[in-house]
């Protein structure tokens, strides 16, 4: 089994589903592949790079997968429910709107550096919208080196506009996801 950290992101509705509703829809998706499910509370965030759109709400999950589940299945496995809820990738500016987009960040000890997929993920550390939900999650683990590692990581950071939602927002996302947030 490798333990599996993702990032989730949404600042467009699809379908009539608020972005925290896809969030949750893709929650459920990735219980699919992977087991023992962790997932953290939903943060508001400014955009980065592309800053001329809407606000978004990010997450983390962490899970493991099976040892038959490899990277690259995995992330297409992610590119389909990413398309399931409205993301097209041919269509879309670099860093602009979307309606779903779920990075592996990290996947177990693999270290990878290609074309399509690069693991750790390389912006993970300049991302405070990946780093705090990451570390609500390690909050609850008892893995203290990589709660202190992100808590480093998130201290080089200038402040980036990322917020808890409030309890209504979390609440949205449980009803639909059928899990609690930490």
Do not use: W
Request: net charge negative; glycine share 4%.
């Amino acid at each position: 089994m490798n333990t599996v950290v993702l990032g989730l992101g949404s600042n467009n509705s699809f379908n009539e589903m608020s972005p925290v509703e896809l969030l949750a829809h893709a929650v459920n998706e990735l219980r699919e592949v992977l087991e023992e499910v962790s997932v953290s509370s939903i943060y508001e965030s400014k955009a980065m790079y592309v800053t001329d759109q809407n606000n978004f709400f990010n997450m983390a999950v962490m899970g493991h997968v099976p040892d038959e589940i490899t990277p690259y299945s995995l992330l297409n496995f992610i590119h389909k429910i990413e398309a399931k809820y409205g993301r097209d990738r041919s269509k879309e500016i670099r860093f602009g709107p979307r309606s779903l987009d779920i990075d592996i960040e990290e996947f177990g000890s693999v270290c990878l550096n290609e074309p399509d997929l690069i693991l750790p993920h390389p912006r993970m550390a300049e991302r405070q919208f990946v780093l705090l939900p990451v570390l609500e999650i390690f909050s609850k683990s008892a893995d203290c080196l990589k709660k202190e590692q992100i808590k480093k990581q998130l201290d080089l950071l200038p402040g980036q506009g990322v917020v808890l939602c409030d309890e209504q927002v979390q609440k949205r996302f449980e009803s639909v996801c059928h899990a609690k947030t930490f």
